[in-house]
């Protein structure tokens, strides 16, 4: 789903912000009302459904939005969502979505079949979504996003009347309904976009407060840049009566000790992280509020291959070597990951990696010396890229310390604000860059699928029409052990020519206030705020 958040002197604004976002507050600034108060990471880049590309803007747009189905809060299984049920075809490759015939937006007008159209015409607009290719599965879709067909109405969605939709998919694809649980499928509404620009402008202005139409449990109120972004309860939300949160306040929090200050003063009931230092203390201090618990993600790093010395996967394999993952996990991330030989998490679906990178420092010294720079002579400037986060520095600085220890080479760090970094990672502006995917379903295909050519979530510059192939044969094979087969290969190719460099699996790491009811613990730590409420 997407990239984990998050120079300097914005970074002690956000801090700044961090520590006295209440100090000018009463001592119960919220009156009566139930306002869920929880730390988010970074400022988010986008909250338009179609643009947005990170775990910030997903914890937000999940209040927003729905689609057509909805994850069970406790077991994330597909339920109703805007659709109220739907049926599958024999052939498992035609579903018919009934949409609700109380849904509506959160301006009163109904949410149609239609709008579901136009948003998955939006979102497979040449260009537009970086996550365009997750609707594949859909019946020349793929087509349509490339380009080679101009024709929609040739797409496998139609709307049968307004609230009957139709979906055709090329092949049976087994987690096609939890695949709508990502918000690239969610609906957009057209007349609010068309008001206030293109539909297909990535810089229209409908998603800002007083002209956002959105249909999901809350609606935005308010956003103060860089300190926090309110939501409220939406009263012509379907199912507006289960809606125990009257307010939701989310706020930057890149500072991770300055987050759990506020936490323990009660000023917040959900940090973003825990500071790795603190884990272990907390765990032992405060069991029944820190939540670490396992996450279908994998935390890596990216190598631009289009630049010197990059290109090379030599180099490439010799950085890979000489990282040492357990130290890393041990005595700097500290919360229980797990280091990462391979890119899919274990047991995801029942899939484990057959592949694994193996080697040492010496196969990394020789690699080196055959790539032209002995004992790292010569070795050209190059720096990593990391966006504000106490983390991923302190995870920079332990492998800049492996490289030049074990290498004799000499990198930079580059911290970005979460914005630009994404716009640097995007133009290929870097060398090595930090990155996180979680997964956006259960499935090995969603971490696998990121790296073909077509994906706006590859930014490696790697393509090759071979893996390219291999992802499209495993789209259209319906038997689980031989899709699993395919996907062993291009996970193979992944790994063979070190396009990432892959370190641990991540764990969930948060403090839950046990004033909140209504959240549970999952593998995509996916939390559904209408089904949330606060106690005293």
């Given at each position: 789903?997407?990239?984990?958040?998050?120079?300097?002197?914005?970074?002690?604004?956000?801090?700044?912000?961090?520590?006295?976002?209440?100090?000018c507050t009463k001592s119960n600034p919220d009156g009566d009302k139930k306002?869920?108060?929880?730390?988010?990471?970074?400022?988010?880049?986008?909250?338009?459904?179609?643009?947005?590309?990170?775990?910030?803007?997903?914890?937000?747009?999940?209040?927003?939005?729905?689609?057509?189905?909805?994850?069970?809060?406790?077991?994330?299984?597909?339920?109703?969502?805007?659709?109220?049920?739907?049926?599958?075809?024999?052939?498992?490759?035609?579903?018919?979505?009934?949409?609700?015939?109380?849904?509506?937006?959160?301006?009163?007008?109904?949410?149609?079949?239609?709008?579901?159209?136009?948003?998955?015409?939006?979102?497979?607009?040449?260009?537009?979504?970086?996550?365009?290719?997750?609707?594949?599965?859909?019946?020349?879709?793929?087509?349509?996003?490339?380009?080679?067909?101009?024709?929609?109405?040739?797409?496998?969605?139609?709307?049968?009347?307004?609230?009957?939709?139709?979906?055709?998919?090329?092949?049976?694809?087994?987690?096609?309904?939890?695949?709508?649980?990502?918000?690239?499928?969610?609906?957009?509404?057209?007349?609010?976009?068309?008001?206030?620009?293109?539909?297909?402008?990535?810089?229209?202005?409908?998603?800002?407060?007083?002209?956002?139409?959105?249909?999901?449990?809350?609606?935005?109120?308010?956003?103060?840049?860089?300190?926090?972004?309110?939501?409220?309860?939406?009263?012509?939300?379907?199912?507006?009566?289960?809606?125990?949160?009257?307010?939701?306040?989310?706020?930057?929090?890149?500072?991770?000790?300055?987050?759990?200050?506020?936490?323990?003063?009660?000023?917040l009931h959900f940090t973003y992280e825990i500071p790795a230092h603190k884990?272990?203390?907390?765990?032992?201090?405060?069991?029944?509020?820190?939540?670490?618990?396992?996450?279908?993600?994998?935390?890596?790093?990216?190598?631009?291959?289009?630049?010197?010395?990059?290109?090379?996967?030599?180099?490439?394999?010799?950085?890979?070597?000489?990282?040492?993952?357990?130290?890393?996990?041990?005595?700097?991330?500290?919360?229980?990951?797990?280091?990462?030989?391979?890119?899919?998490?274990?047991?995801?679906?029942?899939?484990?990696?057959?592949?694994?990178?193996?080697?040492?420092?010496?196969?990394?010294?020789?690699?080196?010396?055959?790539?032209?720079?002995?004992?790292?002579?010569?070795?050209?400037?190059?720096?990593?890229?990391?966006?504000?986060?106490?983390?991923?520095?302190?995870?920079?600085?332990?492998?800049?310390?492996?490289?030049?220890?074990?290498?004799?080479?000499?990198?930079?760090?580059?911290?970005?604000?979460?914005?630009?970094?994404?716009?640097?990672?995007?133009?290929?502006?870097?060398?090595?860059?930090?990155?996180?995917?979680?997964?956006?379903?259960?499935?090995?295909?969603?971490?696998?699928?990121?790296?073909?050519?077509?994906?706006?979530?590859?930014?490696?510059?790697?393509?090759?029409?071979?893996?390219?192939?291999?992802?499209?044969?495993?789209?259209?094979?319906?038997?689980?052990?031989?899709?699993?087969?395919?996907?062993?290969?291009?996970?193979?190719?992944?790994?063979?020519?070190?396009?990432?460099?892959?370190?641990?699996?991540?764990?969930?790491?948060?403090?839950?206030?046990?004033?909140?009811?209504?959240?549970?613990?999952?593998?995509?730590?996916?939390?559904?705020?209408?089904?949330?409420?606060?106690?005293?």
């Open positions: 789903m997407m990239k984990r958040n998050v120079n300097r002197m914005l970074s002690a604004l956000l801090i700044i912000s961090g520590l006295t976002f209440f100090s306002v869920y108060h929880a730390g988010n990471g970074a400022e988010p880049a986008s909250i338009d459904p179609h643009i947005a590309t990170g775990v910030p803007e997903h914890h937000i747009m999940v209040a927003l939005f729905e689609g057509l189905s909805s994850p069970e809060p406790k077991t994330l299984a597909p339920s109703p969502g805007a659709a109220e049920r739907w049926d599958i075809s024999d052939d498992l490759k035609t579903y018919t979505f009934y949409l609700r015939k109380d849904g509506k937006w959160s301006d009163g007008t109904p949410v149609t079949a239609q709008d579901f159209v136009f948003s998955w015409m939006r979102s497979l607009a040449p260009g537009l979504s970086e996550y365009a290719y997750m609707l594949y599965p859909v019946k020349n879709a793929e087509e349509f996003n490339l380009g080679k067909l101009k024709d929609f109405s040739k797409v496998g969605i139609q709307a049968k009347d307004d609230h009957t939709l139709v979906v055709t998919l090329k092949a049976a694809t087994p987690y096609f309904l939890t695949l709508l649980h990502h918000y690239s499928t969610w609906p957009v509404p057209k007349a609010t976009i068309e008001k206030y620009g293109d539909w297909n402008d990535r810089n229209n202005t409908w998603t800002q407060p007083g002209k956002i139409v959105s249909n999901g449990p809350f609606k935005l109120k308010a956003h103060e840049l860089n300190k926090k972004l309110v939501v409220e309860r939406n009263p012509n939300y379907w199912n507006a009566s289960i809606v125990k949160l009257d307010e939701i306040h989310f706020y930057p929090t890149t500072d991770l000790s300055s987050e759990e200050r506020e936490f323990r003063t009660g000023k884990v272990q203390k907390l765990v032992e201090e405060n069991p029944e509020e820190t939540r670490i618990t396992p996450y279908l993600g994998t935390y890596f790093y990216r190598f631009n291959v289009t630049k010197k010395p990059m290109n090379d996967v030599r180099v490439r394999k010799a950085l890979a070597l000489t990282v040492d993952r357990e130290s890393l996990v041990k005595n700097v991330t500290r919360a229980n990951q797990v280091p990462a030989y391979s890119f899919v998490p274990p047991d995801t679906a029942g899939y484990t990696s057959e592949n694994r990178l193996d080697g040492n420092i010496d196969d990394a010294k020789k690699l080196l010396a055959e790539a032209g720079y002995p004992e790292g002579k010569g070795f050209p400037k190059v720096d990593i890229l990391f966006n504000t986060h106490d983390l991923h520095k302190d995870v920079a600085v332990a492998i800049q310390q492996m490289w030049k220890k074990n290498l004799g080479i000499d990198v930079g760090l580059n911290n970005q604000e979460w914005k630009v970094y994404l716009d640097t990672e995007k133009k290929l502006n870097y060398n090595v860059s930090r990155a996180g995917w979680i997964g956006d379903y259960n499935d090995p295909n969603t971490f696998l699928d990121m790296f073909t050519s077509y994906s706006g979530n590859n930014r490696t510059g790697w393509k090759n029409k071979e893996y390219d192939a291999l992802i499209g044969k495993a789209s259209i094979t319906g038997d689980q052990k031989e899709r699993y087969s395919i996907l062993q290969q291009a996970e193979k190719m992944l790994i063979d020519n070190m396009i990432v460099l892959p370190l641990y699996t991540y764990t969930v790491k948060h403090m839950v206030s046990k004033k909140l009811t209504g959240y549970h613990d999952n593998i995509l730590d996916t939390h559904m705020y209408q089904y949330m409420d606060l106690k005293e």
